[in-house]
């Protein structure tokens, strides 16, 4: 059975995979609005997500910091 892959190596490999969303499509291409709307909505998930992934790795460390016992207090 093979190994899970890492969150790192999923993220590098989906953003690798956007990226060459658009590859060979020039501007005869008759479906490259499509394409090129796909490719900037899955950049905008992309984005959001890592906001938000952020945001809620911001509030645990202050919710962390809420809980630190300090010197001297009963815990």
Same mark, same amino acid.
């Given at each position: %059975?093979?190994?899970?892959?890492?969150? &790192?190596?999923?993220? @590098?490999?989906?953003?690798?995979? @956007?990226?060459? %969303?658009? !590859?060979?499509?020039?501007?005869? =291409?008759?479906?490259? =609005? @499509?394409? =090129?709307?796909?490719?900037? !909505?899955?950049?905008?998930?992309?984005?959001?997500?890592?906001?938000?992934?952020?945001? %809620?790795?911001? @509030? &645990?460390? !202050?919710?962390?910091?809420? =809980?630190?016992?300090?010197?001297?207090?009963?815990?």
């Amino acid at each position: %059975m093979a190994d899970q892959q890492s969150l &790192a190596d999923a993220f @590098v490999e989906t953003l690798a995979a @956007v990226r060459a %969303m658009d !590859n060979g499509i020039d501007l005869s =291409h008759p479906e490259r =609005h @499509v394409i =090129h709307d796909l490719k900037r !909505n899955a950049e905008t998930l992309i984005a959001d997500a890592l906001r938000r992934a952020r945001e %809620m790795a911001y @509030v &645990a460390d !202050n919710i962390r910091e809420l =809980h630190i016992p300090r010197e001297g207090d009963p815990s």
